[in-house]
């Protein structure tokens, strides 16, 4: 059992530390209050009932639903800020045989941690967004595929679906309507690759998990070569908000085509690092206060969306709002919402070589640009870092990692490049130094 009060005490690493500004997934959140009682009392569950007409109103079509998601301008959480309505719009509805909803709860991105913390501490909200997106495009049958190595995240989803299913939220005419929806666990294995939506539909087939060439899309061959819609799992619990209160609402609590609340997942060098649940527009000022400051020196740089965005040095930062749109008019992407914050102790060249481990290790093999260029990209910042590297090495690195980018079957290739030509667009002179000299720049910059 997990020990709550140390994390109530500082806050650290749970999102019910009462830190998030206009929260709607994390509010009212104590760290106890999972279980379907206490969601209930919470309000959970009654935008299943109004859709349904359980609640004795006059119900919502499916078209309805998908109106309001639409209008609530609710982008997808899990990386790429696809909008959701028109993603629930491409399901064929009228499909005669079996078509499914998947939730991905991989959750793999480096420095992110709040699908975990929704699972774990509101599993029952997960389950209601996904049941009103199964009604709203006419799905029987679903699957959250939980990331492998959080096995007691999912022992509670499973218990919590339980609780579902005995209350009438799921299973055959949820809450007497004709709508049926059975919705299943499923353990995933633990590889950065099964997050990719066409790999991690291969792993919950039981296969190797690699991704598909696309097209065809999973709106029209997905699971089992079915029309599927996959959705990351705190997409999915921002749709019971959107049917309580309307997509105008949604729309209005965030921005212009950035609608609602995001969860940030604040690390690095930060006093208080943790899960942020904040309006999109928010500024960056605003949520590095929220999570303590900067710890250990001055701000240098933020990787605002997870490992694979392109950094940003700190003045940039400073300037900007939290949103997709701002986010990436300054070069880089909101992604999974994974704050890395970089104090000036730390060195880009140490810190592109972690990265650039991390997806040659991460590679699946199967295209050769990916395959043989990330393996290429991390040799040649490990001989930067260790003295060994050459003036013409920077050239070499910025276009090995352009003869991946879009060249691949996923986006691993381009997470693998984006962070490096970052590096060397905002950071060049460390690196330009560690070849000249030998040395890292950076302690010089602090004992000056
Ligand atoms: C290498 C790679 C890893 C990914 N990992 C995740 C993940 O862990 N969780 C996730 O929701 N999406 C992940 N994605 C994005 C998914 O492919 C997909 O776009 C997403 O689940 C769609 O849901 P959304 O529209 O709600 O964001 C990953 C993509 C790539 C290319
Ligand atoms: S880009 Fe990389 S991870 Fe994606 S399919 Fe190709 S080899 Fe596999």
């Not at 909008?83 to 629930?88: H, M, Y």
């Not at 943790?274 to 001055?298: H, M």
């Not at 490992?307 to 300037?319: E, F, G, I, Q």
């Amino acid at each position: 059992m997990v020990d709550l009060s140390k994390f109530q005490a500082t806050g650290t690493e749970t999102c019910f530390h009462g830190r998030h500004v206009n929260p709607q997934i994390y509010a009212g959140l104590n760290g106890a209050n999972w279980r379907l009682q206490d969601y209930v009392a919470r309000g959970g569950y009654a935008a299943l009932k109004k859709i349904l007409a359980a609640d004795g109103g006059a119900g919502m079509t499916p078209d309805q639903v998908i109106a309001d998601v639409k209008l609530s301008a609710l982008r997808g959480r899990g990386g790429a800020g696809f909008p959701t309505g028109l993603k629930w719009s491409f399901m064929p509805r009228a499909y005669p045989g079996p078509k499914y909803l998947v939730c991905n709860s991989d959750e793999g991105e480096p420095g992110t941690c709040k699908d975990r913390d929704i699972l774990f501490y509101n599993p029952h909200i997960v389950i209601e967004g996904m049941a009103i997106a199964a009604y709203a495009m006419g799905i029987r049958t679903g699957y959250n595929y939980i990331h492998g190595e959080i096995f007691e995240v999912y022992q509670r989803f499973e218990e919590a679906l339980e609780e579902a299913r005995a209350a009438g939220f799921l299973g055959d005419n949820i809450q007497g309507s004709t709508f049926s929806f059975q919705l299943h666990a499923h353990h995933g294995f633990g590889a950065y690759i099964c997050g990719e939506e066409t790999a991690l539909l291969e792993s919950l087939e039981g296969k190797k998990g690699q991704p598909r060439f696309k097209p065809p899309f999973p709106a029209s061959f997905g699971l089992y070569g079915k029309p599927t819609t996959i959705n990351n799992t705190e997409t999915f619990a921002a749709v019971p908000w959107i049917i309580n209160h309307g997509g105008q609402a949604y729309l209005e609590c965030g921005k212009p085509n950035n609608g609602g609340t995001k969860i940030f997942s604040v690390v690095g060098d930060v006093n208080a690092p943790g899960n942020f649940e904040i309006p999109l527009g928010t500024p960056f000022s605003k949520l590095l206060e929220l999570a303590g400051g900067v710890k250990g020196g001055a701000l240098k740089a933020v990787i605002p969306g997870g490992s694979s965005a392109p950094v940003l040095p700190a003045k940039t930062m400073m300037d900007l709002t939290m949103d997709y749109d701002a986010i990436a008019k300054a070069g880089s992407m909101l992604g999974s919402g994974a704050v890395i914050v970089m104090n000036d102790t730390r060195c880009m060249v140490k810190s592109l070589l972690r990265l650039s481990y991390f997806y040659q290790h991460e590679s699946c093999g199967q295209c050769t640009p990916c395959r043989e260029g990330t393996g290429w990209l991390w040799r040649l910042v490990d001989r930067i870092e260790h003295g060994k590297g050459k003036k013409e090495d920077l050239d070499l690195l910025d276009s090995v990692a352009d003869n991946i980018k879009g060249r691949t079957i996923c986006a691993l290739g381009d997470a693998a490049a984006m962070p490096v030509q970052g590096m060397l667009k905002h950071f060049r002179d460390e690196f330009a130094h560690h070849v000249e000299h030998k040395t890292c720049l950076v302690p010089q910059v602090v004992q000056s």
